[in-house]
């Protein structure tokens, strides 16, 4: 086009396609068909090269094309925010994503900028572009378009908080934001039965959020077709309802009812009005992906049926019917675009694989280590030398990190002071704060955007704050009862862990979850005593801590805020107030670094490891038994469970000869299990009795409080232990 003649361009810029107040220029038209069959052609050639084992996977945005390049030419590329699903291929090409960048993720090259060889193809994701790295589950990326969605909101009201700021993980974070930004995400049909899709509409909508959700209904989920999925088969009609909503359906098989769409659905989300949907119908050529064959549960006639909405066929017909290109254009156009896809394709196949030794980069920041020395730092003496509790600590740590940094938001469940907070500003209320009130006062000091209520949903909470961590914000978010994590545990699992190291570095979500755990607690019962580090422990990519005294939690909690990587800060509720361990204020920067254990009683006899709430009953029993015995134990406090300081275990054990591994969780398969292992594998020759662990039964913790005794490790049990290790 930029060669043409002057009248030829002023007649290729004029509007062709005129549907409602939209017009598309003859230039547009033939872009967006070049993009649409570049989208098509780019999957062919990868089924071909997935014949040839030359790929490993391939899943098709066939019949999807018109719809998003619709979607690609309404937004703006680096500019609005992107959280695209897997059939986006064609999206991804108009936002400016080359064929070859696509084609090297598909042969797994170390050159793939979206995850230098770790993600299947069509895991789309783009820096430059501001499209986000996204996992293979369905319906996680709603929730992070939300967050991000807010943090565009956010920073545009505190943009001071997006200034850089050397010595913590800000100053890897840059920060890039417009007051009318819009977040894509994109969602097929069957997973919109996905819960996060709909708790993700509940937050868009109640905060008038700019996202533009696009349903791409190609009728099946693999081999489930949309009735089984969706009550009605339309989910339209379900979701609209929603207030503050713009919604479309349309047939997104056509361009120009796509494009004017989208145009319409973007202008709504700018505007500040709220988000939009649009739910276009579409086709699915191809077959769900390469590792099945759709003719196994679909019938020839529907078959027959879809492909005479073929997207690309149809506005062929189109440019030709209208007169915007001749068959001989449309020739050319087609043949460029074939040369174009062989030339990457010929490149992709060339490239280098990633090597061995960069398996483990990325899992955890490169920048910033939790562990790094600046984090290691002495508390200060204050005018105030009070003995504090580990809920006031850690309260007051907020308070700290909230003065300090602006970016660091707190939202959860009850965290808020008042929500409707009228009364609360009048002095008339006391305010909530958190059912254990850690997170009393910061909805009063900080305002209203800096501390609020989440809905009552902890993939809303977790997902949300994925997508706010991503653009540069610090959620420390709290989920209520670590018994309840579990509706979270998706978001942990699969997206918070992953961003990192599933993107080869490019984005990353460090935030902070406060998590209150553990029993003890007298009638705490099954649902309000769970433990279960080890099941984070056992997700490369978080950090784990577990403090079981003040003057840890806070300084922990600090490093846990300041630090570059997602965190799980568990509290001991039967600590938070505990007489044992309690602190005077150790000043606004103290901080502990991760992984760094704490020798809580040096002993020579033998060793105990142990963490969180076992710590106090562990050094009544050893007190107990050097008082009764003359047994001297070594106590070590683990305080951070990954990393763990294997240097402060493998001194003690080579001093005492002996160790027990105790904590709270049950016993089989625990975090016991793998220090125990270790210890057996790199400590042998130093052991002279087998190394012991004491822990819960395997059983889940009763009300009854004589159960509740029986099934958590008492002081008698690790006295008891202790006692037998020593003898051995
Ligand atoms: C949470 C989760 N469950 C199951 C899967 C396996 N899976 C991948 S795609 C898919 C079907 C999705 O269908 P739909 O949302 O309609 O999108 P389409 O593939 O039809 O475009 C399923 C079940 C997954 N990736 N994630």
Redesign the pocket.
């Known amino acids: 086009m930029a060669r043409q003649s002057g009248t030829r361009v002023e007649e290729a810029r004029k509007p062709m396609a005129q549907v409602g107040s939209m017009a598309l220029t003859r230039e547009q038209l033939v872009e967006f068909y070049r993009l649409m069959y570049l989208s098509r052609r780019t999957d062919d050639r990868e089924i071909v090269l997935k014949r040839q084992q030359k790929i490993f996977f391939q899943i098709s945005c066939a019949g999807h094309e018109a719809l998003l390049v619709a979607a690609g030419m309404a937004l703006k590329p680096g500019y609005d925010w992107f959280f695209p699903?897997?059939?986006d291929r064609a999206i991804c090409l108009a936002l400016g994503n080359t064929v070859e960048e696509q084609l090297l993720q598909a042969v797994g090259a170390a050159a793939d900028t979206a995850s230098g060889g770790r993600q299947m193809p069509s895991h789309w994701a783009s820096k430059k572009l501001n499209i986000v790295s996204p996992s293979?589950?369905?319906?996680t990326q709603c929730l992070h378009a939300v967050g991000c969605a807010e943090a565009g909101r956010y920073f545009s009201r505190h943009p001071e908080a997006a200034a850089k700021h050397e010595g913590d993980y800000r100053e890897f974070k840059e920060v890039r934001f417009h007051g009318d930004e819009v977040a894509y995400v994109s969602?097929?049909?069957?997973?919109?039965s996905?819960g996060e899709f709909w708790e993700s509409l509940n937050t868009a909508s109640n905060g008038k959020l700019p996202v533009l959700y696009v349903v791409?209904d190609?009728g099946?989920?693999?081999s489930t077709p949309v009735e089984a999925?969706t009550p009605g088969g339309n989910i339209s009609r379900l979701i609209a309802n929603f207030p503050n909503f713009h919604f479309a359906e349309i047939d997104g098989t056509d361009p120009i009812v796509s494009y004017n769409a989208m145009v319409e659905a973007v202008a709504y989300c700018r505007s500040g009005k709220g988000p939009a949907l649009v739910h276009g119908h579409v086709i699915?050529p191809y077959s769900?992906s390469m590792s099945e064959d759709e003719r196994d549960y679909r019938s020839r006639a529907e078959l027959e049926a879809d492909a005479l909405r073929d997207p690309i066929s149809k506005m062929q017909v189109w440019l030709l019917r209208e007169g915007i290109l001749d068959a001989e254009q449309i020739n050319a156009l087609e043949r460029k675009v074939d040369e174009e896809v062989q030339r990457a394709s010929d490149r992709a196949v060339q490239a280098v694989f990633p090597t061995v030794d960069s398996i483990t980069k990325h899992v955890y920041s490169e920048n910033l280590s939790s562990q790094d020395a600046r984090f290691d730092t002495q508390p200060m003496a204050t005018a105030d030398a009070t003995e504090r509790t580990m809920a006031d600590l850690i309260n007051t740590c907020l308070k700290d990190e909230m003065r300090r940094d602006e970016r660091v938001v707190v939202f959860g469940e009850d965290v808020a002071d008042a929500t409707r907070d009228e009364a609360l500003r009048a002095g008339q209320l006391k305010g909530k704060g958190g059912v254990f009130k850690l997170t009393s006062g910061l909805q009063k000091e900080f305002g209203n955007d800096r501390c609020w209520n989440s809905p009552l949903a902890e993939a809303n909470i977790t997902g949300r704050a994925i997508g706010m961590a991503v653009r540069g914000m610090k959620p420390v978010v709290e989920i209520q009862f670590f018994d309840y994590i579990w509706p979270a545990m998706?978001q942990m699992r699969n997206e918070l862990a992953l961003v990192r190291w599933r993107s080869n570095g490019e984005f990353s979500c460090p935030l902070v979850m406060r998590v209150p755990i553990g029993g003890y607690l007298t009638g705490g019962s099954i649902y309000h005593s769970q433990s279960g580090e080890s099941i984070f422990t056992h997700t490369p990519g978080v950090r784990v801590v577990m403090p079981s005294n003040a003057l840890d939690a806070l300084g922990l909690l600090r490093t846990a805020i300041r630090c570059d990587d997602p965190v799980l800060f568990l509290e001991h509720k039967r600590l938070y107030r505990e007489t044992f361990g309690r602190a005077a204020y150790p000043g606004p920067d103290y901080c502990i670094p991760f992984g760094k254990a704490k020798i809580v009683r040096p002993g020579k006899d033998l060793t105990v490891v142990t963490y969180g709430a076992v710590v106090p009953r562990a050094l009544q029993a050893a007190q107990k038994l050097h008082r009764d015995e003359g047994i001297d134990v070594e106590l070590i406090d683990l305080r951070s469970l990954t990393p763990y300081d294997w240097e402060a275990i493998a001194e003690s054990v080579k001093k005492t000869n002996r160790v027990i591994v105790a904590h709270e969780d049950m016993l089989s398969w625990g975090y016991g299990a793998e220090i125990a292992a270790r210890i057996g594998d790199e400590l042998f020759h130093d052991l002279d009795a087998p190394v012991r662990r004491v822990a819960a039964m395997d059983t889940f913790v009763a009300y009854q409080p004589l159960l509740e005794d029986a099934i958590l490790p008492q002081p008698e049990d690790l006295y008891r232990a202790m006692a037998e290790l020593a003898a051995f």
């Open positions: 699903y897997y059939r293979s589950s369905t319906a969602i097929g049909e069957g997973s919109t996905q791409e190609n099946y989920a693999i999925n699915r769900h998706h």
